[in-house]
Protein backbone atom coordinates (compact mmCIF):
# COMPACT_ATOMS: atom_id res chain seq x y z
CA UNK A 1 0.00 0.00 0.00
CA UNK A 2 1.54 3.33 -1.10
CA UNK A 3 1.15 6.14 0.62
CA UNK A 4 1.86 10.22 0.55
CA UNK A 5 3.13 12.78 2.98
CA UNK A 6 2.33 15.52 0.68
CA UNK A 7 -0.09 14.44 -2.03
CA UNK A 8 -1.25 17.61 -3.29
CA UNK A 9 2.31 18.18 -5.21
CA UNK A 10 1.53 15.21 -7.20
CA UNK A 11 -1.22 17.81 -9.07
CA UNK A 12 2.25 19.26 -10.14
CA UNK A 13 3.01 16.06 -12.56
CA UNK A 14 1.07 17.22 -15.18
CA UNK A 15 2.59 20.58 -15.27
CA UNK A 16 5.86 19.39 -15.31
CA UNK A 17 6.00 16.74 -18.08
CA UNK A 18 4.15 19.54 -20.37
CA UNK A 19 6.91 21.54 -19.87
CA UNK A 20 9.46 19.13 -20.83
CA UNK A 21 8.07 18.54 -23.49
CA UNK A 22 7.30 21.51 -24.70
CA UNK A 23 11.13 22.61 -23.86
CA UNK A 24 12.62 19.51 -25.45
CA UNK A 25 10.25 20.12 -28.48
CA UNK A 26 11.68 23.69 -29.31
CA UNK A 27 15.25 22.88 -29.62
CA UNK A 28 16.86 22.79 -32.69
CA UNK A 29 18.25 19.39 -34.51
CA UNK A 30 21.84 19.04 -34.63
CA UNK A 31 23.40 19.88 -38.41
CA UNK A 32 25.09 16.34 -39.37
CA UNK A 33 27.30 17.19 -42.36
CA UNK A 34 27.24 14.68 -45.73
CA UNK A 35 29.72 13.37 -47.98
CA UNK A 36 27.36 12.76 -50.42
CA UNK A 37 23.66 11.87 -51.08
CA UNK A 38 24.08 8.41 -50.02
CA UNK A 39 25.04 9.24 -46.61
CA UNK A 40 22.11 12.24 -46.71
CA UNK A 41 19.71 9.85 -47.69
CA UNK A 42 21.53 7.52 -44.64
CA UNK A 43 21.43 10.22 -42.10
CA UNK A 44 17.73 10.83 -42.86
CA UNK A 45 16.62 7.73 -42.74
CA UNK A 46 18.69 7.53 -38.91
CA UNK A 47 16.50 10.43 -38.26
CA UNK A 48 13.50 9.16 -39.07
CA UNK A 49 14.05 6.13 -37.15
CA UNK A 50 14.75 8.01 -33.97
CA UNK A 51 11.66 10.20 -34.04
CA UNK A 52 9.54 6.88 -33.52
CA UNK A 53 11.01 6.64 -30.59
CA UNK A 54 12.97 9.17 -28.99
CA UNK A 55 14.54 7.69 -26.09
CA UNK A 56 16.37 11.18 -25.11
CA UNK A 57 12.39 12.94 -24.11
CA UNK A 58 11.30 9.00 -22.86
CA UNK A 59 14.03 9.69 -20.22
CA UNK A 60 13.78 13.14 -19.54
CA UNK A 61 9.64 12.55 -18.74
CA UNK A 62 10.88 9.75 -16.62
CA UNK A 63 13.43 11.66 -14.54
CA UNK A 64 10.62 14.33 -14.07
CA UNK A 65 8.12 12.37 -13.04
CA UNK A 66 10.58 10.48 -10.55
CA UNK A 67 11.40 14.13 -9.03
CA UNK A 68 7.73 14.94 -8.59
CA UNK A 69 7.19 11.75 -6.75
CA UNK A 70 10.08 12.04 -4.55
CA UNK A 71 9.00 15.78 -3.72
CA UNK A 72 5.47 13.99 -2.73
CA UNK A 73 7.36 11.71 0.24
CA UNK A 74 5.99 8.42 -0.70
CA UNK A 75 5.37 5.49 2.03
CA UNK A 76 4.76 1.75 1.66
CA UNK A 77 3.16 0.25 4.21
CA UNK A 78 2.97 -3.76 4.54
CA UNK A 79 0.18 -6.16 4.08
CA UNK A 80 -2.33 -6.53 6.25
CA UNK A 81 -1.75 -8.28 9.63
CA UNK A 82 -2.73 -12.23 9.34
CA UNK A 83 -3.95 -12.04 13.21
CA UNK A 84 -6.39 -8.63 13.73
CA UNK A 85 -8.76 -7.60 16.00
CA UNK A 86 -11.08 -4.42 15.00
CA UNK A 87 -12.46 -2.55 17.58
CA UNK A 88 -15.60 -0.50 16.31
CA UNK A 89 -16.58 2.72 18.46
CA UNK A 90 -20.29 2.68 19.13
CA UNK A 91 -21.05 5.83 20.81
CA UNK A 92 -23.66 8.14 20.41
CA UNK A 93 -21.80 10.59 18.33
CA UNK A 94 -21.08 8.25 15.79
CA UNK A 95 -24.60 8.38 14.87
CA UNK A 96 -24.06 11.94 13.27
CA UNK A 97 -24.89 12.35 9.43
CA UNK A 98 -23.34 14.25 7.22
CA UNK A 99 -24.84 15.94 4.33
CA UNK A 100 -24.35 12.65 2.30
CA UNK A 101 -26.81 10.98 4.52
CA UNK A 102 -24.57 8.26 5.91
CA UNK A 103 -23.38 7.98 9.48
CA UNK A 104 -19.80 7.98 10.61
CA UNK A 105 -20.93 4.46 11.96
CA UNK A 106 -21.47 3.43 8.28
CA UNK A 107 -18.29 4.83 7.31
CA UNK A 108 -16.58 2.92 10.59
CA UNK A 109 -18.37 -0.09 8.85
CA UNK A 110 -17.42 0.09 5.60
CA UNK A 111 -13.87 0.36 6.62
CA UNK A 112 -13.64 -2.15 9.27
CA UNK A 113 -15.12 -4.72 6.37
CA UNK A 114 -12.05 -3.85 4.40
CA UNK A 115 -9.99 -4.73 6.95
CA UNK A 116 -11.79 -8.01 7.98
CA UNK A 117 -12.34 -9.33 4.76
CA UNK A 118 -9.12 -10.55 4.17
CA UNK A 119 -7.85 -11.34 7.51
CA UNK A 120 -7.49 -15.26 8.10
CA UNK A 121 -8.05 -14.72 11.65
CA UNK A 122 -10.03 -11.78 13.30
CA UNK A 123 -11.97 -10.72 16.50
CA UNK A 124 -14.52 -7.93 16.13
CA UNK A 125 -15.39 -5.47 19.45
CA UNK A 126 -18.19 -3.26 19.89
CA UNK A 127 -17.22 -0.93 22.11
CA UNK A 128 -19.78 1.19 23.98
CA UNK A 129 -20.91 1.07 27.41
CA UNK A 130 -20.10 -2.59 28.01
CA UNK A 131 -17.35 -3.50 25.22
CA UNK A 132 -18.61 -6.74 23.48
CA UNK A 133 -16.67 -9.59 21.48
CA UNK A 134 -16.92 -11.45 18.64
CA UNK A 135 -14.66 -14.26 17.44
CA UNK A 136 -12.22 -15.20 16.74
CA UNK A 137 -13.05 -16.28 13.69
CA UNK A 138 -12.33 -15.78 9.89
CA UNK A 139 -12.90 -12.01 9.10
CA UNK A 140 -14.60 -12.88 6.23
CA UNK A 141 -17.13 -14.84 8.65
CA UNK A 142 -17.32 -11.91 10.93
CA UNK A 143 -18.97 -9.57 7.70
CA UNK A 144 -22.46 -10.35 8.82
CA UNK A 145 -21.75 -9.50 12.83
CA UNK A 146 -20.26 -6.07 11.84
CA UNK A 147 -23.34 -5.53 9.53
CA UNK A 148 -25.71 -5.65 12.36
CA UNK A 149 -24.23 -3.94 14.41
CA UNK A 150 -25.81 -0.37 15.66
CA UNK A 151 -24.19 2.80 17.67
CA UNK A 152 -26.01 5.00 20.33
CA UNK A 153 -23.85 4.71 23.99
CA UNK A 154 -23.61 7.48 25.78
CA UNK A 155 -19.97 6.88 25.73
CA UNK A 156 -17.83 4.03 24.47
CA UNK A 157 -14.77 2.51 26.93
CA UNK A 158 -11.66 2.07 24.67
CA UNK A 159 -9.71 0.66 27.17
CA UNK A 160 -11.81 -1.89 27.95
CA UNK A 161 -12.98 -2.88 24.63
CA UNK A 162 -9.03 -3.13 23.87
CA UNK A 163 -8.37 -4.92 26.31
CA UNK A 164 -11.12 -7.59 25.50
CA UNK A 165 -10.07 -7.86 21.78
CA UNK A 166 -6.43 -8.46 23.05
CA UNK A 167 -7.97 -11.40 25.54
CA UNK A 168 -9.95 -13.27 22.80
CA UNK A 169 -6.97 -12.92 20.13
CA UNK A 170 -3.46 -12.72 21.88
CA UNK A 171 -0.53 -11.24 20.12
CA UNK A 172 -3.08 -9.92 17.25
CA UNK A 173 -2.52 -6.55 16.47
CA UNK A 174 -5.26 -4.02 17.06
CA UNK A 175 -7.38 -1.56 15.15
CA UNK A 176 -9.89 1.07 15.86
CA UNK A 177 -11.87 2.86 14.21
CA UNK A 178 -13.89 6.09 15.46
CA UNK A 179 -13.88 9.36 16.01
CA UNK A 180 -12.18 9.90 18.53
CA UNK A 181 -8.48 8.40 19.00
CA UNK A 182 -7.80 6.05 21.47
CA UNK A 183 -5.11 6.66 24.61
CA UNK A 184 -1.37 6.42 23.15
CA UNK A 185 -0.61 4.26 25.74
CA UNK A 186 -2.75 1.13 24.53
CA UNK A 187 -0.34 1.31 21.07
CA UNK A 188 -2.92 0.79 18.78
CA UNK A 189 -3.84 1.60 15.15
CA UNK A 190 -6.73 4.02 14.51
CA UNK A 191 -8.52 4.92 11.93
CA UNK A 192 -10.04 8.62 12.30
CA UNK A 193 -14.26 8.72 10.61
CA UNK A 194 -15.13 12.04 12.60
CA UNK A 195 -16.59 15.04 9.95
CA UNK A 196 -17.71 18.77 10.80
CA UNK A 197 -20.72 18.03 11.16
CA UNK A 198 -22.88 20.73 12.63
CA UNK A 199 -25.14 19.80 15.78
CA UNK A 200 -26.96 20.93 18.85
CA UNK A 201 -28.93 18.79 21.73
CA UNK A 202 -30.36 18.62 25.41
CA UNK A 203 -27.25 18.02 27.74
CA UNK A 204 -29.44 18.29 31.16
CA UNK A 205 -33.16 17.54 31.89
CA UNK A 206 -35.14 18.11 35.35
CA UNK A 207 -38.27 18.78 36.77
CA UNK A 208 -37.58 22.55 36.10
CA UNK A 209 -34.87 22.92 34.06
CA UNK A 210 -33.57 22.54 30.80
CA UNK A 211 -29.89 23.03 29.08
CA UNK A 212 -28.87 22.86 25.56
CA UNK A 213 -25.52 22.68 23.65
CA UNK A 214 -24.46 24.12 20.23
CA UNK A 215 -21.30 22.33 19.21
CA UNK A 216 -21.95 23.45 15.50
CA UNK A 217 -19.22 26.22 14.00
CA UNK A 218 -22.04 28.59 13.50
CA UNK A 219 -24.67 29.98 15.19
CA UNK A 220 -27.95 27.91 16.25
CA UNK A 221 -31.65 28.71 16.01
CA UNK A 222 -33.81 26.76 17.05
CA UNK A 223 -36.68 25.50 19.75
CA UNK A 224 -37.00 23.77 22.38
CA UNK A 225 -40.48 21.97 23.29
CA UNK A 226 -41.74 20.79 26.49
CA UNK A 227 -45.31 19.69 28.02
CA UNK A 228 -46.84 22.13 25.60
CA UNK A 229 -45.26 25.04 25.96
CA UNK A 230 -42.44 26.25 23.30
CA UNK A 231 -38.96 28.57 24.03
CA UNK A 232 -37.53 29.85 21.13
CA UNK A 233 -33.30 29.30 21.39
CA UNK A 234 -30.05 31.59 19.36
CA UNK A 235 -27.20 30.17 20.71
CA UNK A 236 -23.80 31.08 19.62
CA UNK A 237 -21.25 28.44 18.34
CA UNK A 238 -19.87 26.56 21.69
CA UNK A 239 -22.34 27.82 23.99
CA UNK A 240 -24.91 26.89 26.56
CA UNK A 241 -28.01 27.62 26.78
CA UNK A 242 -30.13 27.32 30.79
CA UNK A 243 -34.18 27.44 30.68
CA UNK A 244 -35.76 27.55 33.47
CA UNK A 245 -39.12 25.94 32.64
CA UNK A 246 -41.34 27.69 35.27
CA UNK A 247 -43.25 24.94 36.14
CA UNK A 248 -42.29 21.70 38.32
CA UNK A 249 -43.02 18.69 36.79
CA UNK A 250 -41.78 15.35 37.88
CA UNK A 251 -42.27 13.75 34.87
CA UNK A 252 -41.86 15.41 30.96
CA UNK A 253 -40.57 15.07 27.98
CA UNK A 254 -38.49 17.71 26.24
CA UNK A 255 -37.26 18.02 22.10
CA UNK A 256 -35.73 20.22 19.70
CA UNK A 257 -36.38 21.62 16.58
CA UNK A 258 -34.92 21.09 13.87
CA UNK A 259 -32.99 18.23 13.61
CA UNK A 260 -29.12 18.53 12.83
CA UNK A 261 -26.78 15.93 12.66
CA UNK A 262 -27.07 13.51 15.93
CA UNK A 263 -30.60 12.96 16.33
CA UNK A 264 -30.18 10.88 19.70
CA UNK A 265 -29.54 14.15 21.65
CA UNK A 266 -32.83 16.06 20.13
CA UNK A 267 -35.22 14.86 22.61
CA UNK A 268 -34.92 13.47 26.15
CA UNK A 269 -37.46 12.26 29.31
CA UNK A 270 -37.62 12.46 32.73
CA UNK A 271 -39.60 10.18 34.86
CA UNK A 272 -38.97 10.72 39.35
CA UNK A 273 -39.59 8.09 40.95
CA UNK A 274 -39.60 8.36 45.29
CA UNK A 275 -36.69 5.58 46.56
CA UNK A 276 -38.31 2.45 48.56
CA UNK A 277 -36.75 2.09 51.79
CA UNK A 278 -37.10 -0.63 54.69
CA UNK A 279 -37.11 0.95 57.95
CA UNK A 280 -36.36 -1.67 60.59
CA UNK A 281 -35.70 0.77 63.06
CA UNK A 282 -37.78 2.83 65.85
CA UNK A 283 -36.67 6.22 65.47
CA UNK A 284 -39.23 8.81 64.57
CA UNK A 285 -36.38 11.40 63.37
CA UNK A 286 -35.24 9.27 61.14
CA UNK A 287 -38.43 8.21 59.56
CA UNK A 288 -39.62 11.88 59.79
CA UNK A 289 -35.87 12.84 57.55
CA UNK A 290 -36.86 9.94 54.67
CA UNK A 291 -40.58 11.35 54.16
CA UNK A 292 -39.17 15.12 54.36
CA UNK A 293 -36.55 13.59 51.29
CA UNK A 294 -39.80 12.15 49.51
CA UNK A 295 -38.80 8.59 50.29
CA UNK A 296 -41.71 5.62 50.60
CA UNK A 297 -41.89 3.00 52.93
CA UNK A 298 -41.54 -0.43 51.73
CA UNK A 299 -41.74 -4.20 52.70
CA UNK A 300 -38.92 -6.68 52.56
CA UNK A 301 -39.58 -7.29 48.82
CA UNK A 302 -39.85 -4.19 47.00
CA UNK A 303 -37.04 -2.24 48.78
CA UNK A 304 -34.49 -0.59 47.27
CA UNK A 305 -32.64 0.67 50.24
CA UNK A 306 -32.29 -0.39 53.97
CA UNK A 307 -32.15 1.46 57.42
CA UNK A 308 -31.08 -1.12 59.87
CA UNK A 309 -29.78 -0.89 63.55
CA UNK A 310 -25.62 -1.29 63.92
CA UNK A 311 -23.54 -2.69 63.91
CA UNK A 312 -22.67 -3.58 60.25
CA UNK A 313 -22.00 -7.28 59.50
CA UNK A 314 -18.81 -8.06 57.98
CA UNK A 315 -19.76 -8.90 54.96
CA UNK A 316 -21.11 -5.93 52.43
CA UNK A 317 -25.04 -5.73 52.05
CA UNK A 318 -26.32 -6.37 48.36
CA UNK A 319 -28.28 -3.38 48.23
CA UNK A 320 -27.92 -0.12 49.94
CA UNK A 321 -27.91 0.40 53.63
CA UNK A 322 -27.94 2.71 56.46
CA UNK A 323 -26.75 1.47 59.77
CA UNK A 324 -27.42 3.40 62.73
CA UNK A 325 -25.27 2.39 66.13
CA UNK A 326 -27.34 0.92 69.24
CA UNK A 327 -24.72 2.08 71.58
CA UNK A 328 -21.99 4.60 71.82
CA UNK A 329 -17.91 3.60 71.96
CA UNK A 330 -17.63 7.35 73.04
CA UNK A 331 -18.88 10.27 74.89
CA UNK A 332 -19.78 13.07 71.95
CA UNK A 333 -16.64 15.14 71.56
CA UNK A 334 -15.73 18.12 68.44
CA UNK A 335 -15.73 16.54 65.10
CA UNK A 336 -11.99 17.47 63.96
CA UNK A 337 -12.06 16.79 60.36
CA UNK A 338 -14.40 15.84 57.42
CA UNK A 339 -13.36 14.07 53.96
CA UNK A 340 -14.53 16.69 51.53
CA UNK A 341 -14.15 14.28 48.12
CA UNK A 342 -16.82 11.08 49.47
CA UNK A 343 -20.47 11.67 47.66
CA UNK A 344 -21.83 10.93 50.54
CA UNK A 345 -20.49 14.25 52.45
CA UNK A 346 -21.04 16.15 49.50
CA UNK A 347 -22.06 19.67 51.29
CA UNK A 348 -21.78 17.88 54.58
CA UNK A 349 -20.84 20.84 57.78
CA UNK A 350 -20.11 18.64 60.35
CA UNK A 351 -16.75 20.17 61.54
CA UNK A 352 -17.31 21.91 65.37
CA UNK A 353 -20.26 20.06 66.15
CA UNK A 354 -20.37 17.43 69.23
CA UNK A 355 -20.78 13.66 68.18
CA UNK A 356 -20.47 10.60 69.84
CA UNK A 357 -18.26 7.76 68.43
CA UNK A 358 -19.94 4.57 67.38
CA UNK A 359 -18.16 1.28 67.98
CA UNK A 360 -15.78 0.70 65.25
CA UNK A 361 -17.49 -1.54 61.80
CA UNK A 362 -16.52 -5.11 62.03
CA UNK A 363 -14.92 -6.65 58.74
CA UNK A 364 -12.55 -4.47 55.83
CA UNK A 365 -13.21 -2.10 53.09
CA UNK A 366 -14.90 0.69 55.85
CA UNK A 367 -13.55 4.26 55.11
CA UNK A 368 -13.77 6.74 57.97
CA UNK A 369 -15.48 9.96 56.61
CA UNK A 370 -15.36 12.05 59.82
CA UNK A 371 -12.96 12.33 62.82
CA UNK A 372 -13.14 13.80 66.18
CA UNK A 373 -9.88 15.51 67.84
CA UNK A 374 -9.20 12.33 69.61
CA UNK A 375 -9.01 10.33 66.09
CA UNK A 376 -12.44 8.37 66.89
CA UNK A 377 -14.42 7.74 63.45
CA UNK A 378 -18.00 9.28 63.81
CA UNK A 379 -19.40 8.23 60.35
CA UNK A 380 -18.15 5.35 57.89
CA UNK A 381 -18.69 4.11 54.81
CA UNK A 382 -18.34 1.01 52.60
CA UNK A 383 -19.42 1.20 49.10
CA UNK A 384 -23.13 2.40 49.31
CA UNK A 385 -23.17 1.04 53.05
CA UNK A 386 -23.27 4.25 55.22
CA UNK A 387 -22.74 3.81 59.14
CA UNK A 388 -23.34 6.47 61.62
CA UNK A 389 -24.19 7.12 65.22
CA UNK A 390 -27.15 7.01 67.20
CA UNK A 391 -30.33 8.46 66.02
CA UNK A 392 -30.43 10.29 69.34
CA UNK A 393 -27.50 11.91 68.71
CA UNK A 394 -28.27 13.18 65.06
CA UNK A 395 -31.74 14.44 65.38
CA UNK A 396 -31.02 18.15 65.90
CA UNK A 397 -27.97 17.87 63.30
CA UNK A 398 -29.03 20.15 60.28
CA UNK A 399 -26.52 18.10 58.39
CA UNK A 400 -28.30 14.20 59.03
CA UNK A 401 -30.66 15.29 56.36
CA UNK A 402 -28.29 16.13 53.81
CA UNK A 403 -26.34 12.75 54.94
CA UNK A 404 -29.35 11.07 54.57
CA UNK A 405 -29.92 12.43 50.49
CA UNK A 406 -26.72 12.05 49.33
CA UNK A 407 -26.92 8.05 50.40
CA UNK A 408 -30.70 7.80 48.63
CA UNK A 409 -29.37 9.98 45.58
CA UNK A 410 -28.21 7.40 43.47
CA UNK A 411 -31.18 4.67 44.79
CA UNK A 412 -33.83 7.09 43.41
CA UNK A 413 -31.99 8.07 40.15
CA UNK A 414 -34.84 7.84 36.79
CA UNK A 415 -31.46 8.80 34.64
CA UNK A 416 -30.07 6.37 32.53
CA UNK A 417 -27.58 6.48 30.11
CA UNK A 418 -28.16 5.58 26.32
CA UNK A 419 -26.54 1.73 25.32
CA UNK A 420 -28.07 0.84 28.87
CA UNK A 421 -29.47 -3.13 28.55
CA UNK A 422 -29.25 -2.40 25.08
CA UNK A 423 -31.28 0.77 24.87
CA UNK A 424 -30.47 2.53 21.99
CA UNK A 425 -32.81 5.50 21.36
CA UNK A 426 -34.16 7.85 24.20
CA UNK A 427 -37.68 6.74 26.07
CA UNK A 428 -39.01 5.27 29.12
CA UNK A 429 -37.83 1.47 29.78
CA UNK A 430 -38.76 -0.57 33.04
CA UNK A 431 -39.40 2.73 34.66
CA UNK A 432 -35.97 4.32 33.90
CA UNK A 433 -36.08 8.03 31.29
CA UNK A 434 -32.75 6.66 28.98
CA UNK A 435 -31.37 9.63 27.56
CA UNK A 436 -28.37 10.65 25.86
CA UNK A 437 -27.86 14.39 27.72
CA UNK A 438 -24.05 13.90 27.76
CA UNK A 439 -21.93 16.85 26.40
CA UNK A 440 -18.91 14.87 25.66
CA UNK A 441 -21.02 13.05 22.75
CA UNK A 442 -23.17 16.25 21.80
CA UNK A 443 -20.06 18.22 21.65
CA UNK A 444 -19.29 15.52 18.45
CA UNK A 445 -15.42 14.96 18.19
CA UNK A 446 -13.94 16.61 15.24
CA UNK A 447 -11.16 15.10 12.91
CA UNK A 448 -7.89 14.44 13.73
CA UNK A 449 -6.60 12.07 11.40
CA UNK A 450 -5.55 7.92 10.91
CA UNK A 451 -2.55 6.50 13.06
CA UNK A 452 -1.79 2.97 11.54
CA UNK A 453 2.14 3.49 12.41
CA UNK A 454 1.19 0.49 15.11
CA UNK A 455 -0.33 -1.44 12.72
CA UNK A 456 2.05 -1.33 9.59
CA UNK A 457 5.46 1.12 9.79
CA UNK A 458 5.74 2.91 7.01
CA UNK A 459 8.95 2.65 4.71
CA UNK A 460 9.99 6.00 2.75
CA UNK A 461 11.40 5.65 -0.62
CA UNK A 462 11.49 8.92 -1.72
CA UNK A 463 15.22 9.15 -1.61
CA UNK A 464 15.32 6.43 -3.64
CA UNK A 465 13.32 8.47 -6.67
CA UNK A 466 15.33 10.78 -6.40
CA UNK A 467 18.49 8.80 -7.13
CA UNK A 468 16.75 7.46 -9.83
CA UNK A 469 15.77 10.82 -11.38
CA UNK A 470 19.51 11.85 -11.03
CA UNK A 471 20.64 8.24 -12.94
CA UNK A 472 18.23 9.29 -15.97
CA UNK A 473 19.24 12.64 -16.26
CA UNK A 474 23.14 11.36 -16.49
CA UNK A 475 21.95 8.75 -19.03
CA UNK A 476 19.91 11.54 -21.07
CA UNK A 477 23.25 13.84 -21.53
CA UNK A 478 24.34 14.06 -25.18
CA UNK A 479 27.51 12.35 -25.92
CA UNK A 480 30.59 14.70 -27.43
CA UNK A 481 30.91 12.78 -31.09
CA UNK A 482 34.46 12.31 -32.58
CA UNK A 483 35.50 14.54 -35.28
CA UNK A 484 36.63 13.27 -38.47
CA UNK A 485 40.15 12.64 -39.92
CA UNK A 486 41.36 14.04 -43.26
Known amino acids: MVGFGHPYLLTLLPLVLGW??????????????????????????????????????????LAGTATVLALAAPTWRSAKPERLVVVLDASASMTASGADGRSRFDRARERAAAWLEDAPKAVLVRAGLQPRGFGPARGAGLLATLEALRAG???????RAVALGRRLLPDAAVLVIGDAPPPAELRVAFLDVAANEPNAGLTALGPRFAAVYNAGPGSWNGRLTSSGRSWELRLPPGRFAALDLEDTQPRRSAAL???DAMALDQKAYLLERPPRVRLQVDAPSVARALAALGARRAGPSGAQAEVRPGPPPERPAQRPTLYLAAANAAAPEVV?????????????????YRLPAPPPPPGSGWRALATRADGLGVIYARGDELYLPRPKAL?????????????????GTSYR??????????????????????????????????????????????????????????LQ?????????G
Open 20 to 61: IYWTYARRRPLVVPAAGVWLLERSRGRGRARRRLDLRLVLLL
Open 153 to 159: DAGADLE
Open 257 to 259: RPD
Open 336 to 352: YDVDPTHPFTRGVELVG
Open 395 to 411: RNLPAFVVLLYNWLEPV
Open 417 to 474: PLGWNGVLEPGIRDGFAVNLLDYAETRLPRPSGDRLAPLSQPRPFGAWLALLAALLLV
Open 477 to 485: APRRRPGAV
